[in-house]
């Protein structure tokens, strides 16, 4: 009730990036200072997850996009998150699309975003994880890298662009993302098709430090394109499939349609994606029959919401949006109900 009455008092009336700014201080502070350690979930044994050669204590994580350049780590899994998925990194330091960028859709309980993958660059992201392990080794969550196409960079230099950043993450984290599926970098989406992605899985795969690849796909794929991705994750051996980033698709929303065109183009993320998500995971169930791994995302705001998933066949779920609207203790509440 009191996140609730300052996300409306407070974060509701700030410009969305600024709130996410402001809360990733708060968080790193807190970190800091020992206070998130106070709600630090003591592993019990019961939901754990064991999952292409990794131990997550619980099933729920954090989506990539909140904390982008590995600032809050430590403080993040002390808040609840069992991983934590940072980026998306690029192998160049990029500041983003033009701003404003990040727009709440208050009513639809979503967000959508263009930020277009500001990060500070692979090189100072590693050198800061390298850092991190060094200071916190075991008491840290696991840490997936999400890695994405720099934009200055053109879709036929793809393959490099992805081999630099493998090379210069892998070995800092416990898994690797490969993202090809945000809206918001020119061309990404069309390296989802096999003969893109084959190329660029298999260039970080050369470059992984034998660490687990797990690739990230749109909900806004055709199903049998979503049955091609997965039928590549079995033939090169994938850890596992990300389903799903972001959408393009603006139906069903109750935000009045005015307010939703002015904002204009951007992935849309949170509650409204449930239904795709979903059924992205079903048929990647059904097809992967338990050769890869799959981690759902996408909509997910309650503990119950991430039972289901995980009935209907994820092995790990994840969340970004409900962040946002649930508060700091979100993700505490959510693996409380999955390991009780």
Do not use: C
């Amino acid at each position: 009730m009191f996140y609730q009455f300052v996300f409306k008092n407070v974060f509701a009336r700030m410009d969305p990036e600024q709130a996410h700014h402001l809360v990733m201080f708060v968080i790193r502070l807190s970190g800091a200072i020992g206070l998130t350690r106070l709600a630090r979930l003591k592993p019990t044994g019961r939901g754990a997850v064991q999952a292409f050669g990794l131990h997550f204590d619980a099933p729920f994580g954090l989506a990539a996009g909140f904390d982008k350049n590995a600032l809050a780590i430590r403080a993040l899994g002390d808040l609840g998150f069992s991983h934590v998925e940072i980026g998306t990194v690029t192998a160049i330091p990029q500041s983003g699309n033009d701003k404003p960028r990040l727009f709440r859709l208050i009513e639809d309980r979503a967000l959508i975003n263009r930020m277009g993958f500001n990060n500070q660059g692979a090189e100072v992201v590693a050198k800061r994880l390298a850092k991190l392990r060094d200071k916190h080794g075991s008491k840290l969550p696991v840490i997936g890298v999400n890695i994405g196409k720099s934009r200055v960079v053109e879709v036929e230099n793809a393959v490099e662009d992805y081999r630099t950043s493998a090379r210069l993450l892998a070995k800092h984290a416990d898994y690797v993302a490969v993202n090809v599926s945000s809206p918001n970098t020119p061309g990404l989406r069309s390296l989802q098709s096999v003969e893109a992605l084959r190329p660029i899985l298999q260039a970080v795969q050369g470059e992984s430090a034998g660490k687990p690849i797990l690739v990230k796909i749109a909900p806004d794929l055709a199903d049998e394109d979503v049955v091609a991705v997965a039928d590549l994750a079995i033939e090169l051996g994938l850890a596992g499939v990300i389903a799903t980033n972001t959408t393009i698709s603006r139906e069903g929303l109750k935000t009045d349609a005015k307010k939703v065109e002015a904002i204009g183009a951007g992935g849309l993320s949170g509650a409204p994606l449930k239904k795709r998500s979903i059924e992205v995971l079903q048929i990647l169930a059904k097809h992967l029959d338990g050769r890869a791994a799959i981690i759902s995302v996408g909509g997910i705001e309650t503990g119950a919401e991430a039972e289901a998933r995980l009935a209907a066949g994820a092995t790990l779920v994840q969340g970004y949006s409900g962040y946002i609207y649930e508060g700091p203790f979100w993700a505490r509440k959510v693996n409380k109900h999955l390991t009780k």
